[in-house]
């Protein structure tokens, strides 16, 4: 008498799926990618568009109702003498912060590649990464406290002789204000601390890539330390320099928290979009003020992709 064929255990759901999924790879990446891809779609694209739709709107002055007609008098505005100081204040702060980042960081930046090894390369890292972990707004606010008439910065330089120079200073209008905390050079100073871990860290990294071998080639050919940091080293950090600039720069082009809290009250864009959709109730225009800085860190982005920027982030 033959024996009774064995029967095989019925395969549960997930033998199934999972011999699925080995069949058929392409259908497991789609489901993995569908969702964070319909996020990406619907909320994030899906507001910017909603955000520039608004922009091609126009408010009525009469009544304060946003009227849904395609037109391009709110861009029209902004080439208005108050919306386009906004513009070129912040462009022009944006490209200091930046500016003032990049050469406050590169030594920084250098030390930690060429030199820093072991405890002090960790060092190096936690004292870069420190700051981030403490909350913006405090951050902030401690520095309104130091830069206050009352703050430590006052009071150092009166101790140091420097008081009536700092006063003297205070009442020139480019640097303008009652202490450093309501002063332009004040909002300029917070923005530089703020984002400078954003410029060291693509820097570094940069700086590390560069090979020793070609260092010591540039010095085998006789070159001088000045000559090989300009010829081999800086253009080989290049990429990292541009990469911490898209940091700096898209950041400080679009916060309006620091403006608010430090300095004179100027306008920012950020804070500009702050007050129109908020306090002003004008959509458009608020909209068409976001819409500046995309753009602006469109052009931007196309020309650090071309430099290289993208390798050293």
Same mark, same amino acid.
């Given at each position: +008498?033959?024996?009774?064929?064995?029967?095989?255990?019925?395969?549960?759901?997930?033998? !199934?799926?999972?011999?699925?999924?080995? !069949?058929?790879?392409?259908?497991?990446?789609?489901?993995?990618?569908?969702?964070?891809?319909?996020?990406?779609?619907?909320?994030?694209?899906?507001?910017?568009?909603?955000?520039?739709?608004?922009?091609?709107?126009?408010?009525?002055?009469?009544?304060?109702?946003?009227?849904?007609?395609?037109?391009?008098?709110?861009?029209?505005?902004?080439?208005?003498?108050?919306?386009?100081?906004?513009?070129?204040?912040?462009?022009? +702060?944006?490209?200091?912060?930046?500016?003032?980042?990049?050469?406050?960081?590169?030594?920084?930046?250098?030390?930690?590649?060429?030199?820093?090894?072991?405890?002090?390369?960790?060092?190096?890292?936690?004292?870069?990464?420190?700051?981030?972990?403490?909350?913006?707004?405090?951050?902030?606010?401690?520095?309104?406290?130091?830069?206050?008439?009352?703050?430590?910065?006052?009071?150092?330089?009166?101790?140091?002789?420097?008081?009536?120079?700092?006063?003297?200073?205070?009442?020139?209008?480019?640097?303008?204000?009652?202490?450093?905390?309501?002063?332009?050079?004040?909002?300029?100073?917070?923005?530089?601390?703020?984002?400078?871990?954003?410029?060291?860290?693509?820097?570094?990294?940069?700086?590390?890539?560069?090979?020793?071998? +070609?260092?010591?080639?540039?010095?085998?050919?006789?070159?001088?330390?000045?000559?090989?940091? !300009?010829?081999?080293?800086?253009?080989?950090?290049?990429?990292?320099?541009?990469?911490?600039?898209?940091?700096?720069?898209?950041?400080?082009?679009?916060?309006?928290?620091?403006?608010?809290?430090?300095?004179?009250?100027?306008?920012?864009?950020?804070?500009?979009?702050?007050?129109?959709?908020?306090?002003?109730?004008?959509?458009?225009?608020?909209?068409?003020?976001?819409?500046?800085?995309?753009?602006? +860190?469109?052009?931007?982005?196309?020309?650090?992709?071309?430099?290289?920027?993208?390798?050293?982030?």
């Amino acid at each position: +008498m033959r024996d009774a064929p064995a029967i095989l255990p019925e395969r549960g759901l997930a033998d !199934r799926l999972t011999a699925t999924f080995w !069949r058929h790879p392409r259908l497991l990446l789609i489901l993995l990618l569908a969702p964070p891809l319909l996020w990406l779609g619907v909320v994030y694209l899906g507001s910017l568009a909603a955000l520039l739709l608004q922009s091609f709107y126009a408010i009525d002055e009469f009544s304060g109702v946003v009227v849904p007609e395609f037109t391009l008098k709110t861009y029209a505005d902004l080439l208005r003498a108050q919306n386009l100081d906004i513009i070129l204040r912040t462009l022009l +702060m944006a490209s200091l912060v930046t500016l003032a980042s990049a050469l406050i960081a590169f030594p920084i930046a250098y030390f930690a590649a060429r030199y820093a090894r072991g405890r002090w390369k960790a060092l190096f890292y936690l004292g870069v990464m420190l700051p981030l972990w403490s909350s913006y707004l405090v951050k902030v606010y401690a520095w309104k406290l130091i830069l206050a008439r009352e703050g430590i910065i006052t009071w150092f330089a009166d101790h140091a002789g420097a008081g009536p120079l700092l006063a003297r200073a205070l009442d020139e209008q480019w640097f303008g204000g009652s202490s450093l905390s309501t002063s332009p050079v004040g909002t300029f100073i917070v923005f530089v601390y703020i984002w400078m871990p954003y410029m060291i860290l693509p820097m570094q990294v940069a700086l590390e890539r560069v090979p020793n071998t +070609m260092l010591e080639a540039s010095v085998d050919l006789g070159a001088s330390r000045v000559q090989t940091f !300009r010829t081999v080293v800086l253009p080989l950090a290049l990429p990292g320099i541009v990469a911490g600039s898209i940091f700096t720069f898209s950041l400080t082009l679009g916060d309006y928290i620091i403006p608010q809290i430090i300095g004179n009250s100027a306008r920012f864009i950020g804070l500009a979009v702050y007050q129109f959709q908020g306090t002003a109730g004008n959509l458009p225009l608020a909209a068409a003020f976001a819409v500046v800085p995309i753009v602006i +860190m469109l052009v931007y982005l196309a020309i650090a992709k071309r430099m290289g920027a993208f390798d050293a982030i």
